[in-house]
């Protein structure tokens, strides 16, 4: 299988330039003017972007999860990926009690197995830290190609802060790096109890339960732990103003805090929550929707380079059925999560780079370029000669109207939809073969389920 982009415009995280790209038997081989190759598939890409496939490395696949599961599996999942010019997909992969790392990793790639449509790996996340799991993470790092670590500082299933200084000393050895979802769990319970007393538990009252100052102590917390032992970490859904504050404190004294943020965080606010007809709960997540002025903050924080990545912290339940049933009368029980996969690219181009607010370089950068180098993705994540061809043929003057029944994520809403979008994807291509393409209306699926293949990764080599 053999591709030839004609006349695009390559977009790299430093700039851009109009070539021809050659692909063949998974890789880019080849990058220059007027190339003249037989290929299986000749495109012209004149007037579109040529960009490296985006890459999501916040998902959480058929995650079980407060009575329910994450209703995407890793077809549906993957498939949508591909329909919104996603290629590769790092999901977490929760251990469970008793479970070894590699028991978790094999149990999500016996998931996977058959069912993927582009390339993914995995973070497994540290939730049962016995010493022989924390002795473990050599292994992950450097045999099982997954150097990364989330943990948790909410959740019954949290880790204390001793466990994070074991992990952050010993990722720090080998190459590996921690990710931490940073929020102050007395916070939200002492909220909770406040807002219960007073009857507030309509979804609204989700926001106002999980404070800003949340997230910022859990930020400034997990900051000290990386000044103590001279380790990194990476922040994800970073949301709050507050604690990009304390993200970029720590930058500024050469402390190796990183940070991603998601659309959601970027776009809407918690006004949301207060939609007609139980609307809100859509937007139960968490960290929750934030105000304006966290919105603002965080395109500042991507312009500065204080957040790396944006990812989309995927986790889809159904508005009807799961959002409206098991919350209705309790916003602590509307299954926390929303969908977002498909809808990274679009939306970063869209509402970034059309509106100002970000360079088309930088969208490459925190969407790819830059989300590959912090996980290890070393064939992923550019144009480039020897990189997989993972590649969006970007159309960066087609409209489309945002709506769920144009989407392909396992899920019956979507949190933006209605909204005017301007450049979609016109093809897709994962290791040089067309997976999704533009049809006129909306994005449809020409891949082949199961053709997607587990990647391991290499160690964190500084960013
Ligand atoms: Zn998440």
Same mark, same amino acid.
């Not at 790092?90 to 016996?110: H, T």
């Not at 109890?193 to 404070?211: I, W």
């Not at 590649?391 to 005017?420: A, C, R």
């Given at each position: 299988?053999?591709?030839?982009?004609?006349?695009?415009?390559?977009?790299?995280?430093?700039?851009?330039?109009?070539?021809? !790209?050659?692909?063949? *038997?998974?890789?880019?081989?080849? &990058?220059?003017?007027?190339? +003249?190759?037989?290929? =299986? #598939?000749?495109?012209?890409?004149?007037?579109?972007?040529?960009?490296?496939?985006?890459?999501?490395?916040?998902?959480?696949?058929?995650?079980?999860?407060?009575?329910?599961?994450?209703?995407?599996?890793?077809?549906?999942?993957?498939?949508?990926?591909?329909?919104?010019?996603?290629?590769?997909?790092?999901?977490?992969?929760?251990?469970?009690?008793?479970?070894?790392?590699?028991?978790?990793?094999?149990?999500?790639?016996?998931?996977?197995?058959?069912?993927?449509?582009?390339?993914?790996?995995?973070?497994?996340?540290?939730?049962?830290?016995?010493?022989?799991?924390?002795?473990?993470?050599?292994?992950? !790092?450097?045999?099982? *190609?997954?150097?990364?670590?989330? &943990?948790?500082?909410?959740? +019954?299933?949290?880790? =204390? #802060?001793?466990?994070?200084?074991?992990?952050?000393?010993?990722?720090?050895?080998?190459?590996?790096?921690?990710?931490?979802?940073?929020?102050?769990?007395?916070?939200?319970?002492?909220?909770?109890?406040?807002?219960?007393?007073?009857?507030?538990?309509?979804?609204?009252?989700?926001?106002?339960?999980?404070?800003?100052?949340?997230?910022?102590?859990?930020?400034?917390?997990?900051?000290?732990?990386?000044?103590?032992?001279?380790?990194?970490?990476?922040?994800?859904?970073?949301?709050?103003?507050?604690?990009?504050?304390?993200?970029?404190?720590?930058?500024?004294?050469?402390?190796?805090?990183?940070?991603?943020?998601?659309?959601?965080?970027?776009?809407?606010?918690?006004?949301?929550?207060?939609?007609?007809?139980?609307?809100?709960?859509?937007?139960?997540?968490?960290?929750?929707?934030?105000?304006?002025?966290?919105?603002?903050?965080?395109?500042?924080?991507?312009?500065?380079?204080?957040?790396?990545?944006?990812?989309?912290?995927?986790?889809?339940?159904?508005?009807?059925?799961?959002?409206?049933?098991?919350?209705?009368?309790?916003?602590?029980?509307?299954?926390?999560?929303?969908?977002?996969?498909?809808?990274?690219?679009?939306?970063?181009?869209?509402?970034?780079?059309?509106?100002?607010?970000?360079?088309?370089?930088?969208?490459?950068?925190?969407?790819?370029?830059?989300?590959?180098?912090?996980?290890?993705?070393?064939?992923?994540?550019?144009?480039?000669?020897?990189?997989?061809?993972?590649?969006?043929?970007?159309?960066?003057?087609?409209?489309?109207?945002?709506?769920?029944?144009?989407?392909?994520?396992?899920?019956?809403?979507?949190?933006?939809?209605?909204?005017?979008?301007?450049?979609?994807?016109?093809?897709?291509?994962?290791?040089?073969?067309?997976?999704?393409?533009?049809?006129?209306?909306?994005?449809?699926?020409?891949?082949?389920?199961?053709?997607?293949?587990?990647?391991?990764?290499?160690?964190?080599?500084?960013?």
């Amino acid at each position: 299988m053999s591709v030839l982009i004609k006349g695009g415009t390559i977009v790299t995280s430093t700039g851009r330039y109009i070539a021809d !790209v050659y692909a063949d *038997g998974h890789k880019i081989k080849t &990058i220059g003017k007027d190339l +003249d190759y037989p290929a =299986d #598939d000749i495109v012209d890409a004149s007037g579109k972007y040529v960009l490296p496939g985006a890459i999501d490395p916040h998902t959480h696949i058929s995650m079980p999860f407060m009575g329910t599961s994450a209703q995407d599996d890793y077809e549906t999942g993957t498939i949508a990926a591909a329909c919104g010019g996603v290629t590769t997909v790092v999901d977490f992969d929760l251990q469970q009690k008793g479970e070894s790392l590699l028991e978790a990793i094999e149990r999500k790639q016996s998931w996977a197995a058959g069912k993927v449509a582009v390339d993914y790996s995995l973070h497994p996340a540290v939730m049962d830290p016995r010493p022989e799991v924390i002795a473990e993470v050599k292994k992950a !790092v450097l045999d099982y *190609g997954t150097p990364s670590f989330k &943990i948790f500082m909410v959740y +019954d299933f949290r880790v =204390d #802060d001793a466990t994070m200084i074991k992990l952050l000393e010993e990722t720090k050895k080998y190459g590996g790096l921690v990710q931490v979802h940073a929020e102050n769990v007395y916070i939200i319970q002492h909220m909770n109890e406040l807002l219960e007393a007073q009857g507030k538990l309509s979804p609204y009252y989700h926001a106002v339960s999980r404070p800003n100052i949340a997230e910022e102590e859990a930020v400034a917390r997990a900051a000290k732990m990386v000044e103590l032992t001279g380790s990194r970490i990476y922040i994800v859904h970073l949301s709050s103003k507050e604690g990009l504050a304390k993200v970029k404190e720590a930058r500024d004294n050469g402390i190796d805090v990183f940070a991603e943020t998601c659309p959601q965080y970027l776009l809407l606010d918690e006004e949301r929550y207060n939609e007609p007809d139980f609307g809100g709960a859509k937007y139960v997540m968490s960290p929750p929707l934030r105000t304006k002025e966290s919105n603002e903050a965080l395109w500042g924080g991507l312009n500065s380079g204080d957040l790396q990545v944006v990812a989309t912290d995927h986790c889809p339940f159904d508005f009807k059925g799961k959002k409206d049933m098991f919350g209705k009368d309790d916003y602590k029980k509307i299954p926390n999560g929303a969908p977002g996969i498909e809808t990274l690219l679009m939306l970063l181009h869209s509402e970034g780079v059309v509106k100002g607010r970000i360079s088309l370089e930088r969208m490459v950068d925190v969407l790819s370029t830059g989300t590959a180098r912090m996980f290890g993705l070393k064939d992923k994540g550019e144009v480039a000669v020897g990189k997989d061809a993972d590649l969006v043929i970007f159309d960066p003057d087609q409209k489309f109207s945002i709506t769920q029944s144009k989407l392909h994520m396992n899920i019956d809403y979507t949190p933006f939809e209605g909204l005017e979008i301007s450049g979609m994807p016109m093809a897709v291509y994962s290791r040089g073969k067309r997976v999704a393409e533009w049809n006129g209306d909306q994005m449809t699926f020409v891949g082949q389920v199961g053709r997607g293949k587990f990647i391991k990764r290499e160690p964190f080599e500084g960013f």
